[in-house]
């Protein structure tokens, strides 16, 4: 049974990437890309997670300090709550559709979309991902689960800060008053 818990969040994982590859392959032609540096610097802040999470010899023992006891009860959460934020993070990326980009991209005939999971958040890909790694920081019950949640969160946040100029720019008004009625990640909050 020890397997299977050693095994759950890398497979639930892999499984999501493995989607999101292939989701990947039938989006629109892009108009405008984001520089290289930023995606260089997400695909970066990305390995130092998967890094910090896949092992347990980095010479930073504060990294491993346990902030409440490990067991069932934080692992069944945490697994509820990454299967829940990758699912919210699904849902998202179908309705996005053929809009979709890995990188802060302006499509070819794009669309401002607003509805679905987009009616919650402007960024529920964010949201879905970011609770992803809530769940497994509350599993894994140690500070490095929330040092990764911290660098993920930055590294989003960048980006969302960069779409969001780019969609005022595309979309004028009609941004500005999606984001006057909406949240960024977490609805009434953030």
């Given amino acids: 049974m020890l397997w299977f818990y050693e095994s759950f969040f890398p497979v639930v994982w892999t499984a999501f ?10 989006t629109k032609t892009t108009q405008r890309l984001e520089p290289g540096a930023s995606r260089i610097f997400r695909v970066l802040v990305f390995l130092m997670a998967i890094v910090l999470l896949a092992t347990t010899s980095i010479p930073l023992p504060w990294l491993y300090l ?65 609770a992803g790694f809530l769940g497994m920081a509350i599993a894994i019950s140690q500070v490095r ?3 990764v949640l911290a660098l993920i969160f930055f590294a989003f946040w960048i980006k969302l800060r960069m779409e969001e100029e780019w969609m005022r720019s595309q979309f004028g008004e009609t941004y500005a008053t999606y984001t006057r009625h909406s949240s960024a990640l977490v609805p009434y909050i953030l």
């Fill in 145 to 147: 689960g929330f040092v």
């Fill in 66 to 130: 346990q902030l409440w006891p490990s067991g069932l009860w934080p692992f069944w959460l945490g697994a509820a709550l990454t299967v829940a934020g990758l699912l919210f993070a699904v849902w998202a990326r179908v309705h996005l559709g053929r809009n979709w980009s890995r990188s802060v991209t302006i499509k070819q005939d794009h669309e401002l979309i607003t509805t679905g999971p987009y009616a919650l958040v402007r960024h529920p890909i964010y949201t879905g991902i970011l």
């Fill in 17 to 26: 990437f493995v989607y999101w590859q292939i989701k990947a392959i039938h």
